[in-house]
């Protein structure tokens, strides 16, 4: 049986809601990080010698080649592998991050790294999308991040509905007049290319309205919403390297660990937990540590993040529960709506279940809409982490299909090849990844107001 929340949604009388708040001591300041960081290929095939690395505590990145995993981490992390079992060989180095944050321009001009956009850039634009069009976009305010909720800075936690405004829409009841999909980026703060396509996505819409038929279409009908940073506090740190960004995966809770877990046996280690892997869908299962240093630390308990919980309670707040209670109970064919996940880098369309290499049971539709993404993106693989990578609990993906019905994809966005390769690809880069996720978007767009029929 699937577990499920206790949180009570109270009644909204208006756009936003806020999470509780308490009072800490300050959060310490971001990790050190210094020295090149190494991408290891290790020798891991599908099954338990996968999971065991991830058991371990290895930064595993979301790519494989063939029977090859690939791990980050610092040089020491070589000889740790082979004490584990395992051979590396190093596949690239990267530089080590600046001391401190370079940003060019103030306000929505505000970027680092040759013209990513930082967290005040991201929440500008927000801001100034609402002001030009104030008959198409409805900001939401939708919880806080931790250090927020710490008094220690932070930020609030911000969406965009973007339609065709009619009286009703864009409103924090699940029983609303159009489909709604719903597109989060950035949720692993390192993987900056994710923001880039959300900032994209909200632009091609807003200014497209009233020119592109297809666009207008889609608003006239649709409800889109749009998450473009959904660990903001972890961008935050991501954002502190300038021109070498910081590899931050989780988010900024250090409170369950060492206050500063990079140590001179892993000087790659983070603090904080894994957003992706700490939801109330599996949790604790395969792919996730009970070590807060470790870049898969699922938290002390499921829900435990203030951002998990905000994101689950917007989403509980605009889709019906559309599923039963069991894990083998399919979603309801009038199921309305659609969720994308925005990662990187492997060029692959992932759906549920994540936990388990059994299929859902809305499996053949769900594979027949991932098939049809990965055409659009121009040849991308498609199918369910453990088949293409390795299984873990405590995921979205799961979380939402699992909880709601909702159709939930994870689009991994880019590769470890070639000159726009990685987490940190040149900003140039983006024009190309552009091209292939704007296909897919417009796909899942169409595709909400009836995913399980036809």
Known sequence: MRQRLSLVLAGVASVAFLVGTSVAAPPPPAPAQDGPTYVYRVPAPLGQKAQDLLARGFDVLEQRDGDDLFVLGSKDVHAKLAEAGYTGTVESVMAPPLAELKTQGTGVKETYYGGYRTVKAHYAHLDQVAWRYPRLATLVDYGDSWRKTQGAGGHDLKAVCLTKRSPGDCRLTPDARKPRLFVSAQIH??????????????????????????????????????????NPDGVQIVQSGGDSPKL?????????????????????????????????????????????????????????EVETKAVEKLFRSLFPDKRGSGLNDPAAPDTRGMVVTMHAALNVVLLP??????????????????????????????????????????????????????????????????????????????????????????????????????
């Open 248 to 304: 931050q995966r989780k988010n900024a809770n250090y409170t369950n660990g060492p206050k500063e877990c990079p140590t001179t046996q892993d000087p790659n280690a983070q603090i904080g937990i894994d957003l992706n892997r700490n939801f109330n869908a599996q949790w604790g299962d395969n792919g996730t540590s009970a070590d807060p240093c470790s870049q898969v630390y699922r938290g002390p308990q499921a829900d435990s």
């Open 353 to 454: 279940w994540g936990y388990t290499t059994q299929p859902s049971p809305n499996d053949a539709k769900l594979r027949a809409m991932a098939k049809d993404m990965a055409q659009l993106a121009g040849g991308w693989e498609y199918g369910q982490p453990g088949e293409l990578l390795y299984t873990a609990g405590g995921s979205i993906d799961d979380w939402v299909y699992g909880e709601l019905g909702v159709p939930h994809y994870t689009w991994e966005i880019g590769n470890w090849q070639g000159d726009c390769a990685g987490f940190l690809p040149a900003y140039s880069c983006q024009d190309g990844h552009w091209a292939k996720v704007k296909p897919m978007l417009l796909y899942a767009a169409r595709k909400a107001a009836n995913p399980y029929g036809g």
């Open 189 to 230: 703060a390192r993987e900056i290319t994710t923001g880039d396509m959300a900032w994209r996505w909200i632009d091609h819409l807003t200014t497209g309205y009233g020119k592109d038929a297809e666009v207008t279409s889609l608003l006239d009908t649709t409800e889109i919403w749009v998450v473009p940073i959904a």
